[in-house]
């Protein structure tokens, strides 16, 4: 698309500013903007458009939609007999956040008193006392607090600094010590059981306690026959999209015996490819406007059997804000979706059946394989299991995961949930966890040049089923 701009520009003799570029790029029709707007035949046209020329055109009047994609009606929705979704969090129509430090500020610290409550309730941590008043204790002491800054010391212990809302307080796991093999990450909340160093100031960690899942001696049983269907990351729009399978997995749910008891479908982000998610993107793009690669799978959707409820949520290549926690979907795209779609946030909470499922694209999978040596994108199950441990999706502030400052932290896991899916990575996997279901949803899309760049292999096309009543679970290969 950028390619295209620049020629359509260059054939007017007009130059344009590189930000005023990305920021032509990212609006639904650029090229009816250069052509309607920007470029008048016959008349003296700017030599070089800059940003703010363009910003003054585009408030000035509202650019209208290509009109071909906008052909959805009342209509021509269909009705549907599926399931019932019960949203249990979601940000979607509750963000309040303004992006103040103020409101960083509430963030954590609702962070910090939630997560507290669930580290007060392990054993291991009875009697926790404040970081200012374990700093004047002698002995052993229990602690509770928030990671500000881990460091190695130069004789090789790591240094973690806690801070909780009255003081700080130095940890030092020694490196022979069990506590050292325990990585922890910044602004995650954690439990320490230590002493006072005999100077004081300072408390040597001994062992480190997370919320962690509760042991589960066997999986609770429902009176559902239904199977719910978890399948990521379609990326609509690409040209490397595998149409030919993801046709054949429709197939499969409308047809097949064994997807007869079929009643969800499940998609956790990355519905479409978005547009300017990556360096030279557009290379590789089938459809370059948003509008319609929204369009085009909404119309794959409507494929799908009528008793069975799709629940969409997005990821970083959708068009919904990059902070998380992102609402769902907004009006501008739900409309090219039939009744039987329940767009929501990411993550989101659901109940399906008695279920509980957490959905969760994933895209703080890359700070945790960043921070937590021996983590891989080939193993994605086993940073959602740190995620469980934790009891958090992305603690890590400043990385690649942007995190809006809501006022309540979406992206605690308050209550365990008995399935727990991801993306993102293009992976697939599923394994459980303390008796969670965990699951790497896969994806519909071959390998970009940009993932051989990174030497991302994905393992695409794979489908997996859970039975609501039993958990029973399997995959299906469409590959």
């Not at 959708?318 to 009006?331: H, I, M, T």
Request: with cysteine; proline share 5%; charged share 25%.
């Amino acid at each position: 698309m950028r390619r295209r701009v620049l020629e359509l520009l260059s054939q007017h003799g007009v130059l344009i500013e590189p930000d005023a570029a990305d920021l032509l790029c990212q609006q639904p029709d650029p090229m009816s903007i250069i052509e309607n707007r920007l470029i008048t035949p016959g008349a003296t046209n700017p030599m070089i458009i800059t940003r703010k020329h363009l910003e003054d055109i585009i408030r000035s009047q509202p650019i209208l939609q290509n009109p071909e994609i906008n052909i959805l009606t009342k209509s021509s929705q269909r009705s549907f007999s599926g399931g019932e979704v019960r949203v249990i969090k979601d940000i979607t129509g509750h963000s309040t956040c303004v992006g103040d430090i103020a409101s960083f500020y509430r963030l954590f610290q609702n962070r910090y008193r939630v997560m507290k409550k669930m580290l007060m309730r392990r054993r291991e941590l009875a009697g926790a006392v404040s970081l200012s008043k374990a700093m004047k204790l002698d002995g052993g002491v229990r602690i509770i607090g928030m990671v500000s800054d881990v460091r190695t010391t130069k004789n090789g212990h790591r240094l973690i600094e806690l801070e909780d809302e009255e003081a700080s307080l130095p940890v030092l796991a020694l490196r022979d010590s069990p506590a050292f093999n325990d990585y922890v990450v910044s602004d995650e909340v954690i439990g320490v059981v230590g002493k006072v160093a005999k100077k004081g100031g300072m408390v040597v960690a001994d062992e480190i306690i997370r919320p962690d899942v509760p042991i589960s001696t066997a999986i609770r049983k429902t009176d559902s026959t239904s199977w719910a269907v978890f399948a990521g990351d379609i990326h609509i729009g690409s040209d490397m999209f595998l149409e030919t399978q993801w046709r054949a997995f429709i197939e499969w749910l409308n047809t097949a015996e064994d997807a007869r008891d079929v009643r969800y479908l499940i998609m956790p982000g990355d519905l479409v490819d978005g547009i300017g998610i990556y360096p030279d993107q557009e290379d590789e793009l089938l459809i370059d406007d948003i509008y319609r690669q929204y369009e085009v799978l909404g119309e794959s959707l409507k494929e799908v059997r009528d008793d069975i409820t799709i629940i969409a949520s997005p990821g970083n290549h959708d068009a919904v804000r990059l902070a998380e926690p992102q609402p769902a979907l907004p009006q501008g795209f739900s409309k090219f979706f039939d009744s039987n779609v329940k767009l929501v946030g990411n993550p989101a909470e659901i109940e399906l059946e008695g279920r509980r499922i957490l959905i969760y694209h994933g895209r703080s999978i890359d700070d945790w394989i960043a921070a937590i040596p021996g983590l891989s994108y080939t193993r994605p199950l086993d940073v959602m299991k740190e995620m469980l441990k934790r009891r958090h999706l992305a603690p890590i502030y400043g990385e690649r995961t942007a995190i809006a400052p809501e006022e309540r932290d979406y992206l605690v896991i308050e209550d365990v949930p008995d399935i727990f899916v991801t993306g993102h990575v293009h992976n697939a996997g599923m394994g459980d966890y303390r008796g969670v279901i965990m699951i790497n949803a896969s994806a519909w899309q071959a390998q970009t040049e940009f993932q051989r760049m990174h030497n991302h292999v994905p393992d695409p096309c794979k489908a997996f089923m859970v039975h609501l009543g039993t958990c029973k679970a399997r995959v299906v290969k469409f590959n």
